[in-house]
């Protein structure tokens, strides 16, 4: 069974920054990329960044593009998103998510398999 855990959200003043970890059980981690979505009240889930298996692709969607840092340690089974220089804008709930072996990553949320709870980040102005 997949399981999808994020830790590190919280409340942070704007200029701050926060690391979220995703552990990851009940896949061989190394051949799994690892994609990370947020998504705000009333809005639609929106992509964030995503790290293929291989760890050699990064991509980043827009508004986070310059702040947002993609990691993984696969001695850890563990994805990371670093976020840095964070805005009231980047406010929502964060979410991990991952797709089958060797799945290549994608922008588009519905092309991922599994998914984590989700932890709250608050960004203060």
């Known amino acids: 069974q997949v399981q999808l855990v994020e830790s590190g959200g919280g409340l942070v003043q704007a200029g701050g920054s926060l690391r979220l970890s995703c552990v990851a059980s009940?896949?061989?981690?190394?051949?799994?990329?690892m994609g990370w979505f947020r998504q705000a009240p009333g809005k639609e889930r929106e992509f964030v960044s995503y790290i293929h298996w291989s760890g050699a692709i990064t991509i980043y969607g827009d508004s986070v593009k310059g702040r947002f840092t993609i990691s993984r340690d696969n001695a850890k089974n563990t994805a990371y998103l670093q976020m840095n220089g964070l805005k009231p804008e980047d406010t929502a709930v964060y979410y991990c998510?991952?797709?089958?072996?060797?799945?290549?990553?994608?922008?588009?949320?519905?092309?991922?398999?599994?998914w984590g709870q989700g932890i709250q980040v608050t960004v203060s102005s």
């Open positions: 009940g896949v061989t981690f190394s051949t799994h990329t």
């Open positions: 998510a991952t797709g089958g072996p060797r799945y290549g990553g994608s922008q588009v949320a519905g092309s991922y398999d599994y």
